[in-house]
């Protein structure tokens, strides 16, 4: 089980209150009619599915019914930030060396 | 055709008023309440807009709880935190439309209030055990360091979700959804069932 910090209740909770919702900062094209078959496609269903760091989407299904991001270690499972929408996540595969 | 409508509450056909007569005289360290037909309403809107919070505080006469998972009481309306942008007030029964009406007057622009008083129960859990029911049907920590007086928090209750209010150290108030009241009070009466249950009407 997780404890999950909510960044909207700013407090840890258990697992069981969240739902994944996948990956995040999927931005919807601006202008869906000029896009081809094959980049809607990519909009619509390819997903990075990293081995390491990946920033997910989460939402506090029975607290706040917010949505916020996460950034989340594939292998070990660590959490290592949560934040809410629209910002950006400070830990970064760049900086995945000290996050090990 | 009659135009008379009785209201009953999800809670109605377990019929509190029958039980309590029977567990009247128990000494029972858990006690249940429905404290059904009060007014609900679903209060949304920016709480960083001055307009709106004063609004709000001079409609119901107490100020918004912004701070997470916090609330505020009078003697005729409490208001629970639920989200950075959403409260739910309750007020006796009978006066939602006029404390709708009150916010309405008061409030501008961009906000909402709806009244939810039909999808849901309120359940007073109460007794010298009503922690040891809480600790075997969620993983919230009831501690009162970590759930003070006054907290709210929405979690998950067993196989269902509420909204839970902490009025004293061992009372607490849970409003849950119409569809679900009836499962929690399965759930409740199971869970209660070695600390012994009064069902106060």
Redesign the interface.
């Known amino acids: 089980m997780f404890e999950i910090y909510c960044p909207y209740c700013e407090e840890h909770r258990e697992e069981e209150e969240f739902h994944p919702v996948g990956e995040a900062h999927i931005q919807r094209p601006v202008d869906p009619e000029a896009l081809s078959d094959e980049e809607w496609a990519h909009y619509l269903f390819y997903r990075k599915n990293p081995r390491g760091l990946h920033h997910e989407m989460w939402v506090h299904a029975t607290g706040c019914r917010k949505f916020f991001n996460m950034t989340r270690h594939t292998v070990t499972y660590q959490i290592m930030e949560t934040y809410k929408m629209g910002e950006q996540p400070s830990v970064t595969e760049g900086a995945k060396d000290d996050a090990k | 055709m009659s135009n008379v409508i009785t209201p009953e509450s999800p809670l109605f056909h377990a019929d509190f008023a029958k039980l309590a007569e029977v567990t009247k005289s128990l000494d029972a360290g858990v006690e249940l309440e429905e404290k059904a037909f009060l007014g609900h309403l679903n209060l949304r809107g920016n709480a960083s807009d001055e307009a709106f919070t004063s609004g709000v505080e001079k409609a119901l006469g107490v100020a918004l709880p912004t701070a997470?998972?916090t609330s505020a009481q009078s003697d005729a309306v409490t208001i629970l935190w639920?989200?950075?942008d959403?409260w739910l007030i309750i007020v006796d029964g009978g006066k939602e439309h006029e404390t709708e009406a009150a916010l309405r007057a008061n409030l501008t622009g961009h906000f909402a209030v709806s009244d939810v008083s039909g999808g849901q129960t309120i359940v007073r859990l109460a007794g010298s055990d009503s922690i040891n029911v809480l600790k075997k049907s969620m993983?919230?920590d009831t501690h009162i360091d970590n759930f003070p007086v006054g907290k709210v928090?929405?979690?998950?209750f067993s196989k269902t979700?509420c909204h839970m209010l902490r009025t004293a150290e061992t009372e607490f108030l849970m409003v849950v959804r119409r569809s679900f009241a009836d499962y929690m009070w399965l759930w409740l009466q199971q869970a209660s069932k070695e600390y012994g249950l009064k069902v106060i009407a």
């Not at chain 2, 928090?153 to 998950?156: L, P, Q, R, S």
């Open positions: 997470p998972c639920l989200s950075p959403e993983g919230y928090i929405g979690t998950a979700s």
